[in-house]
């Protein structure tokens, strides 16, 4: 009797395991080696972000390093990566318990506190989520709590039901209504304000915003642009183009990345399958793209003319390694595995001399090479907070396949 109900026992496990969906289905084996480099990565990291803090006022935040000048870059409180300094200092704080980063990660989360109140941008998940968020993660707070339910608030009030989207972009035109994949990052923020005060309208925006972000945003081979201009009247598509790409048909490398994260975040939140496959979708596009190089850090822009002498974006790759780490827990169709070694291989790139600064030099940032708006001509080639904050991350991710449970 006992052996015939087996099979269905294992049956009704494994239905459980699959429907969880946030069951690790394949027990991914990290490498020694990788390890103890990411080891060595935090500690020396350490002592880059304690370097860094005295490169900036106390209002400031980092923003690039500029190394043919030797020129330091720093930004207000209001520049949509202000959370990614805190943020990184906190995650390098819960590695190895450096007291002098809690120490500077407090001082800072105190000037960055007022953009609570900031409704002129869609960066608000960025800003506070990365920063605060972490923070009320490690040790929660009431008045981490309230900063974010603000910040939330924040948020939503730039949600247009008509839309169906989170404006990103103010623009002078007021029948213009911008929205960037980028966008689909702040969402987390809108969940962690639902699971905390149980008002679901915060969920409800988020899912709108990722269902009409889906349904236009992307083309036939899951590629995304990078901005959709919309009728703010009537939520019309008026115009699908490009910022911060090569053109408006390419694909921007950090924008791939952006989707891949976000959409991997937006199946952890709601479990709806229809997440998982755009995500996978979104995966496959980057990794059988013929112009991702062999280190697997792509060019700035997947379409980019001068491939490959086009500059690196080691940002897209820190994004997209820490989402791998994150969607090869959920991945079906047997594409755990693929996703757990293309983001091994970003890591070990990223941990490499080529990108991983030297200690006390790239103004104290961690990784080199990044791109943030070449069509601007501004941050090409420089060190970025995001690419840090995301490896970061992605290390912290891969270290956790580590441990035993
Ligand atoms: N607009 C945010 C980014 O550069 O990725």
């Not at 009797?1 to 690790?24: D, E, H, N, Q, R």
Request: proline residues 5%; contains cysteine; hydrophobic residues 35%.
């Amino acid at each position: 009797m006992k052996l015939k109900l087996l099979p269905v026992i294992v049956c009704t496990l494994c239905l459980c395991a699959f429907s969880s969906g946030s069951f690790a289905q394949v027990d991914f084996k990290p490498q020694k080696e990788l390890l103890s480099a990411i080891k060595k990565n935090f500690k020396d990291a350490d002592a880059q972000y304690q370097f860094l803090a005295k490169q900036i006022g106390p209002e400031e935040f980092p923003k690039t390093y500029h190394p043919n000048t030797n020129n330091q870059e720093n930004s207000a409180s209001d520049w949509w990566c202000s959370g990614f300094y805190p943020g990184t200092l906190l995650y390098l704080y819960e590695q190895d318990h450096n007291k002098p980063l809690l120490a500077e990660a407090n001082r800072i989360l105190g000037v960055l506190a007022k953009e609570q109140f900031n409704t002129h941008t869609h960066d608000l998940g960025f800003m506070m989520y990365c920063s605060f968020g972490n923070a009320n993660r490690i040790e929660p707070k009431p008045e981490y709590k309230e900063i974010l339910i603000n910040s939330a608030k924040s948020l939503s009030t730039r949600f247009n039901p008509t839309v169906g989207c989170i404006k990103s972009w103010d623009s002078k035109n007021p029948s213009d209504y911008l929205v960037i994949i980028d966008n689909m990052m702040n969402l987390e923020l809108l969940f962690w304000a639902t699971h905390e005060t149980g008002d679901s309208s915060y969920y409800k925006i988020a899912v709108t915003h990722a269902n009409t972000t889906m349904k236009n945003h992307f083309r036939p081979d899951y590629s995304s642009y990078h901005v959709i201009n919309y009728d703010a009247q009537t939520g019309a598509v008026k115009e699908k183009k490009t910022a911060q790409g090569f053109a408006n048909e390419s694909a921007w490398a950090r924008g791939q990345a952006w989707g891949l994260y976000g959409y991997t975040v937006m199946y952890r939140e709601t479990k709806d399958k229809k997440y998982l496959d755009q995500a996978q979708h979104i995966a496959q596009f980057i990794l059988t793209n013929p112009n991702l190089p062999a280190d697997k850090i792509p060019y700035w822009d997947y379409n980019a003319n001068n491939i490959p002498n086009a500059p690196k974006d080691a940002s897209a790759a820190a994004v997209a390694a820490s989402a791998l780490l994150e969607l090869c827990r959920y991945a079906d169709n047997g594409k755990g595995q693929e996703y757990f070694d293309a983001a091994q291989t970003m890591l070990k790139s990223l941990s490499s001399p080529t990108y991983k600064a030297a200690a006390g030099t790239n103004g104290g940032f961690i990784l080199k090479h990044s791109v943030g708006h070449l069509p601007a001509g501004t941050e090409i080639d420089v060190p970025l907070t995001y690419a840090d904050y995301y490896f970061v991350e992605a290390m912290k991710r891969y270290k956790e396949f580590g441990v035993t449970k």
